[in-house]
């Protein structure tokens, strides 16, 4: 029971820092971003090739630089954020379910890319055996080092956006999403504020993404799909947007309920394939379920009234 709280403490907490970002883009932001898998995948990969070994052997990948874990904590922040960078610029101008659209597109091309392109990291195979630090120091358990540091992370990642929304710049930007011609009325540069807050959000999503790769200790497509960017929307629904808490609390719950299934043993493959399928179910239930009783606008207007 122990290693279950602890698996859901440490993802619950890594994928909060996604639901964050996904929050401030959102709710802040007033952006619809299909694409947050993106992001993370580029932390991920970025942390795996900084650290890597050269290609040796059967290795199809190009680029491994053997560098310490800290540097890739930087490649993957700065890779996190260039991908927004590249894709932000064309994309922002649209709205609604064209930019959804557009971003689901950029994600599902980069999952291409890396799906196909050797070259990058091994393709279907992926990057393996990723670095990790030395922590075996004071007795500490790895588990619970990892823990730690995703706590660490989130509650980073909220403080500082947090301290962002309540000051000037924060207020500048819920004037934009909440009506944009009166915004530039009042001279605000409303591409430029949705370009800054869609650049920002990416950085925690890529140290979130290295963070993954250094507890899994492995970085391949499959890990990195639409199911991400799914699940983490649905953590933002059932949490509630524009609150920080909530949103915390929304991933947490999501991410145990799934852990609590998995941990169920199972007699035989065929059973545990259906027990993921009756996981899916009930996720969606309880998404629809949530959207029927606090769909995004009550939500909405009892956040403004608090």
Not at 79 to 106: D, K, N, Q, V
Not at 108 to 137: C, F
Request: aromatic letters at 12%.
């Amino acid at each position: 029971m122990s290693q279950i709280l602890l698996s859901i403490l440490t993802f619950g907490c890594l994928f909060s820092v996604l639901t964050l970002s996904l929050n401030l883009q959102y709710a802040r932001g007033g952006m619809i971003n299909f694409g947050i898998v993106a992001y993370f995948a580029a932390g991920a990969y970025a942390y795996a090739i900084f650290t890597q070994e050269p290609p040796k052997g059967l290795d199809q990948y190009l680029f491994g630089f053997g560098a310490p874990w800290w540097v890739g904590f930087l490649a993957a922040a700065v890779a996190s954020m260039l991908f927004a960078i590249i894709t932000g610029w064309p994309t922002l101008r649209l709205r609604g379910e064209y930019l959804a659209l557009t971003t689901f597109a950029f994600a599902e091309m980069l999952h291409s890319v890396l799906l196909n392109e050797r070259r990058i990291g091994n393709g279907s195979v992926g990057l393996s055996n990723i670095e990790r630090p030395e922590i075996g120091w004071m007795g500490i358990p790895e588990g619970y080092v990892y823990a730690g540091a995703a706590i660490i992370l989130m509650l980073g990642t909220a403080l500082v956006f947090r301290r962002l929304l309540a000051s000037p710049y924060g207020r500048a930007v819920d004037a934009v999403r909440d009506d944009e011609t009166a915004a530039q009325a009042i001279g605000k540069d409303v591409a430029r504020l949705r370009f800054q807050v869609f650049v920002i959000s990416a950085v925690p999503i890529g140290l979130a993404g290295a963070l993954y790769a250094m507890i899994t200790t492995l970085v391949s497509p499959d890990l990195f799909t639409a199911e991400v960017t799914f699940f983490v929307w649905m953590a933002l629904v059932l949490g509630g947007e524009r609150t920080i808490l909530g949103v915390v609390l929304g991933t947490l719950a999501l991410v145990g309920f799934q852990e609590i299934v998995r941990a169920i043993p199972y007699e035989s493959v065929r059973t545990a394939q259906l027990a993921k399928s009756v996981e899916v179910m009930l996720t969606g239930v309880i998404f629809i379920l949530v959207l029927r009783w606090q769909p995004f606008e009550a939500l909405g207007r009892r956040s403004k009234k608090a």
